[in-house]
């Protein structure tokens, strides 16, 4: 405190300013802009003001990145997060984009429609879309590959550094390779130094490097000026730094998987136990598929590691966000067999999927999921899960397709929502279960649609002509959710209004 502000002219000392400061406490307020920024030396420090130990009749506004604010979120009164784009704004952002970019293009209003599109169903699209400049590459990546976007996320992310780069050899001067996917020799070194750097940073906890050390690292200038890193200043007046960083935090843990993937097996392996236990890493996991994608042999230690991390958390009743790092990471690797069988037998004997069917958003943990369910030494034998859309789509169709095959499971607890008619939502899935599978003896399905009492018989019937399963029955969400629920729908909803509601019970 002393060195920001009597540097700035006070004739005092800093002893009588922090006698004014603590007799005037509840006049003071402190702004700790760039809480990350903080050298560690002193970091305990501002720590004790924040956990009012010191000043505590004080008031304190602090930024941060969230990264690392962990250690301090239960100190604080009020937490406030830049959410950055919605879908609103970065789909305004693509039409401004293609607006001044290609004005005089028939084809501009199709490709924005489209790229548009894409955003709202992709979530590895999504998560770069929250941010300006990635919504600018994520343009340019639609521009080169004429919408042909990469399904996995480390394909994503290693076309987006390919755009990326060259797109800055085009504006220097830099000849290139006549393959749109290549790039000139040169740059794939300064991509081992960038790996090496983020490899570091996420070892240490840090996504600010100082200018020394990336140009010692990278030892050519031009790689600040691609776009891969970003220029930043440090806020403090006494002590001005340079910093870089990289557009995003999945750039950064693109980059340490690239790193990871370079060392030796038997280097790499044996910290595969550890990096899917820790939520630092297990990002960075994600990428290791595509990043080991010409040593597919090295991903088995992977899985064993996820299957045996799901095996010390299994429970006889499991949600399957609570193995969605093994499902997404085999979806990375293409939902090859050799994998699934590996995480198959990891999975619980009922198992739900909580995020329900949305029609046209795509979900690489769905697919995940339907590949592992496809394999015989699986020993799930209950599964229930969610449909929020009017129309089978290809998310149906997956899971439909993985069922039939699969020859463990046998019941289906389905909860559904249509507003017209809650069968309608599923018997598309029941007629093509009924096409090959003949393991599902029992279905139950909730009904979301809060029409009040509907004539379940009559569905039911409906239901048995379009499949075998023996044993149907289609009960109300809320006497699922409130057993015992009287009849009269008045009653009903003082019931609902006023009783806590109890476990889902599906029996």
């Known amino acids: 405190m002393a060195e920001q502000l009597l540097s700035q002219g006070f004739n005092d000392t800093p002893e009588n300013l922090w006698k004014f400061v603590e007799d005037n406490q509840n006049d003071v307020l402190f702004i700790v802009d760039g809480y990350d920024e903080i050298d560690s030396s002193v970091k305990s420090d501002v720590g004790d003001l924040i956990s009012k130990k010191i000043l505590p009749q004080s008031t304190l506004v602090l930024t941060s ?38 004005p005089n293009t028939e ?53 987006l550094k390919i755009v990326v780069t060259r797109r800055y050899c085009l504006k220097q001067g830099v000849p290139l390779p006549a393959k749109s996917s290549d790039v000139p020799v040169q740059f794939r070194s300064h991509y081992r130094a960038l790996g090496e750097l983020a490899y570091n940073g996420v070892t240490n906890n840090k996504v600010l490097f100082d200018k020394p050390l990336v140009l010692h690292k990278v030892r050519d200038p031009r790689v600040l000026q691609m776009g891969l890193l970003l220029e930043e200043h440090s806020i403090a007046r006494t002590k001005r730094h340079e910093y870089y960083r990289f557009p995003h935090k999945a750039f950064q843990e693109f980059f340490a998987a690239q790193h990871l993937s370079e060392m030796s097996a038997y280097v790499r392996s044996p910290t595969y136990p550890k990096l899917v236990k820790d939520r630092v890493w297990r990002d960075i996991v994600l990428f290791l598929p595509g990043a080991l994608k010409q040593q597919p042999r090295d991903l088995i230690p992977l899985f064993k590691a996820l299957s045996e991390y799901n095996t010390t958390r299994k429970s006889t009743y499991s949600d399957v966000g609570q193995y969605r790092l093994s499902l997404d990471t085999l979806f990375e690797a293409e939902l090859q067999d050799q994998y699934s069988t ?83 939502s599923v018997k598309d899935i029941l007629a093509r279960l009924a096409e090959r599978n003949n393991t599902v003896k029992s279905l ?54 006023s009783t806590p509601m109890t476990p889902m019970s599906t029996d």
Request: with cysteine; aromatic share 8%.
């Open 342 to 424: 590996i995480v198959a037998p990891s999975l619980p004997s009922l198992l739900t999927e909580s995020h329900p069917i949305i029609e046209g958003v795509s979900s690489p943990t769905l697919q995940g999921l339907a590949c592992v369910l496809k394999q015989n030494n699986i020993d799930v034998k209950e599964f229930r899960f969610g449909v929020w859309t009017e129309k089978y789509d290809q998310n149906c169709d997956t899971l439909t397709e993985a069922l039939n095959d699969n020859q463990t499971v046998g019941k289906l607890v389905i909860a559904a929502c249509n507003e017209n008619d809650v069968v309608e």
């Open 444 to 497: 139950q399905i909730i009904d979301y649609s809060y029409k009040g009492p509907l004539k379940y018989d009559e569905r039911i019937e409906m239901l048995r002509k379009v499949c075998t399963i023996e044993e149907i029955k289609i009960d109300s969400a809320a006497r699922v959710w409130y057993p015992g629920l009287p009849q009269n729908p008045s009653e009903a909803q003082h019931t609902i209004r």
């Open 107 to 159: 084809h501009a209003p199709d490709v924005t429609e489209n790229l548009v599109a894409a955003l709202r169903r992709d979530k590895n699209l999504q998560q770069l879309a929250a941010y300006p400049l990635c919504n600018a590459y994520l343009c340019a990546l639609w521009e080169d590959t004429d919408g042909d976007v990469p399904a996995t996320k480390s394909s994503l992310y290693d076309r």
């Open 65 to 102: 990145r969230p990264e690392s604010t962990k250690e301090i979120s239960r100190s604080v009164d009020k937490q406030l997060k830049v959410e950055g784009f919605n879908q609103e704004k970065s789909a305004d952002f693509v039409n401004k984009h293609f607006h001044v970019t290609s």
